[in-house]
């Protein structure tokens, strides 16, 4: 005789189970909908969220509730959004449930761990049948020791993942295992989708078909062997999306504000490139930015790409620039018109990408006059940058006095921004570039 | 610039995880989000990332995420669920080198194939490709209003060289494209609810929440109008067709190319992303020399603006398609618009292309 369900508030009249003959998933459906029936919500207001394999068609029996099937091991995550969403966003409305097995937990087992971390309200139901009953019944991670399955003939040589313990240590606040037989899984189901935060509900189950034939377990030796007391969550706390409206929504004042007022002019007529090379921490790409934003200040289109290693802390910090009075089109440096080289890293870096192999005879190039000696079509001019301005004036000042020769961007825009950044500590800029601007060769 | 398109857009749900070049993205919409009454969270992988952005899209928010090719590869699985379910989101793509890990602060435009043709089935995913900071506003703002009324992923095809790139911006001179929203379902329409019911094939569903009025059921199994899983009925192969249908049906609309026009023109310069910039300039440097050449930016890449390309291909002897790929990826994408002319590729890995390199290859 066909199994059919016991109450219709929630689920379809009449609805033939999909399971097989004497299946824990049998109970997990009527349990679930008793907990809905018992908590008496409108079913506008649950969602179903439901994963991948045999309990994962859940969804297809409930008439009333909204569902979402899902993606193998991604009920979780989904159902994440969902309530970030809800919560955050909407009315706090929805009771968003995920129906998930043994095998969509081990694969998105992240989704469950950061669900519970940021304690989302959403409540997890994961029927626990130790194998993947679908696709032929091979053991899962969750299988236990000696399980015996297509795939571990010889017995599970492997111990299971505990999931209440790792729900535990990720400070989810309502944890409880359950043999689907148990006669108050019913209300264990409905305390967890009242419960404010994320609540899992470990529900262990055999599969008749995979499990019953090959293995000694049954009820008694399930409860005895399986059911461990790991249940019960840490002390209740706010769920995230309480925590967000209080400590995050509209309370982040910090405004991005690059904008620049072309207040100055400059006689720029073309474009000109520069290249900046030299120490990660020796504020390379902080020069290059200031540069850059005097340069619109000075009315002028300007360009800033920067490269480092990836660690970002250490070796070479390089920055190219492009100003010019026109649409700057290629963003790429073909040919510099100069090039700024503050330490040996930058010196490397420079031979190693090609920089100076694309310097000509016009291109100026301001050199630490410790570094070793190099090949390059330009005028080299080498001065005593790290012991005049020390590593981290080097590639500002070098750029500034090489402005203050050249003309390419208003002076009075680049001390602005300088005196803007530095502040008291400005003046030290000012002395460098006195200093080092006779000493360069165009 | 693509983060002020979104909050522009009416995004109010941002999911990210770090990731060189796409972390600007990330680092703005949180810093920028929450004061715009949105929610901007960090998530502990991709493929979270987006399906939290997928379930806020079910509960009826403009949702966006941002990543790069290693973070992309996580996020196909989500991305087609999306597809399928019929659930806007927006993906900002920031290409880097690839395979693999890659390069993460080298540029590359060669995951053009991989992001268009990653779903199982082959549907079109809108995907639109910037130039210029100005420009990932723009698209921004057109990739939100697409994906809301075709109910769709839509991807924004950036690369590290405009991500990272810092630049003056003219924020006066800002275009973006009318703030749209997904059509809700009423009962005032006299009809019942179904998750996925459309008329005619290009029809798009009205939108309804989870946690609306109405029952809403979300599947990324094979569906009929309902959502009711199903094999192979009549109406589930429908529901297959319409998926392509309804974008079909606004190629044309979608379709964004940007001529810069030589009536006398012996060859058409194809390109988009940053190469689109080295072209505009490799043309201004050839016509200085006398030479009569075409540009064509292409922003829209897919669906494939076939009838735009072709016209702007229109008496031209020789095609040049330039992008920063190995094997011409964009270019095998549009050959066969093309049988009676030559078409020819400029290509580059792990460098720029430069404006001599495209000169060399005009007629």
Known sequence: ?442 | MIAEGALHAGCQFFAGYPITPASGVYKAMIEQLPQRNGVAISAPDEISALAYCVGASGRGIKAMTASSGPGWSLMIETVQYALMTELPVVIALVQRLGPSTGGATQNGQADILFTEFCTSGGYTIPMFAPSTPQECYEVTTIAFKWAELLRTPVIILSDKEVGMMSEDVDFIKLVSAPVSYRKEFSTKNGTEHHTYDFQNLEDVPLFSPVGGDYKVTMTGSAHDKKGTLQKNSRETIDVLLHLQAKIDAHAEEMSIIRIDNEEQANTLVVSFGITARTAREAIRRARLAGKKVRNANVISLFPVPGTALQAAAAGVKRIVVAEENLTGQYRSVIRSLFPDQEIVGVNAVGTLITPKNIMDALL
């Open chain 1, 1 to 442: 005789m066909e199994e059919t369900l016991q109450h219709h508030t929630y689920t379809k009249d009449n609805a033939v189970f999909p399971f097989c003959k004497g299946c824990g998933h049998h109970h997990y459906v009527n349990h679930l909908d008793e907990a809905l029936f018992a908590l008496n919500i409108d079913p506008k207001n649950v969602c179903i969220v439901s994963d991948i394999g045999c309990i994962g068609i859940l969804d297809s029996l409930f008439a009333t509730p909204h569902t979402f099937h899902t993606t193998h091991g991604r009920s979780t995550a989904f159902a994440t959004g969902i309530e970030l969403a809800d919560g955050i966003l909407r009315n706090s409305k929805l009771k968003t449930i995920v129906v998930i097995g043994d095998g969509g937990a081990t694969i998105g087992l992240l989704h469950l761990v950061n669900a519970a971390l940021m304690n989302v309200d959403v409540t997890v139901i994961l029927a626990n049948n130790f194998l993947y009953g679908m696709t032929g019944g091979q053991h899962s991670q969750f299988s236990p020791l000696e399980f015996v399955t297509p795939t571990t003939p010889a017995g599970n040589i492997v111990p299971p993942i505990d999931i209440c313990s790792i729900m535990k240590s990720c400070g989810a606040t309502y944890i409880k295992q359950a043999v689907a037989t148990d006669k108050n899984l019913g209300s264990i189901i409905a305390d967890a989708v009242n419960h404010p935060g994320f609540a899992m509900v470990e529900v262990l189950e055999l599969c008749t078909e995979w499990a019953v034939p090959f293995n000694k377990f049954d009820g008694k030796t399930m409860n005895e062997k399986l059911r461990h007391s790991n249940d019960g969550g840490v002390p209740q706390r706010k769920d995230f999306a309480t925590l967000y409206k209080e400590k995050v929504l509209g309370n982040l004042k910090k405004t991005i504000d690059d904008t620049v007022t072309p207040a100055y002019t400059s006689a720029l007529n073309g474009s000109r490139r520069i290249v900046l090379a030299g120490t990660a921490g020796e504020k390379v790409q902080l020069a290059s930015f200031l540069y850059m934003k005097s340069a619109i200040a000075s009315g002028l289109h300007a360009t800033q790409k920067n490269d480092n290693p990836v660690t970002q802390g250490s070796g070479f910090s390089l920055s190219e620039l492009c100003v010019s009075n026109d649409e700057i089109l290629f963003t790429g440096i073909d040919q510099p018109d100069a090039v700024i080289i503050a330490s040996a890293d930058g010196l490397k870096e420079v031979l190693a990408n090609g920089t100076l192999s694309r310097c000509v005879a016009e291109t100026i190039i301001i050199a630490d006059q410790t570094l070793p000696e190099f090949e390059c079509a330009g005028k080299i001019s080498r001065l005593p940058l790290r012991a005049l301005c020390t590593g981290s004036r080097a590639a500002l000042s070098a750029l500034a006095a090489l402005n203050v020769v050249k003309g390419w961007i208003s002076q009075d825009a680049l001390w602005e921004m300088i005196d803007g950044k530095f502040k008291d500590k400005s003046g030290s800029f000012h002395r460098d570039i006195e200093a080092l601007m006779p000493f360069i060769k165009t």
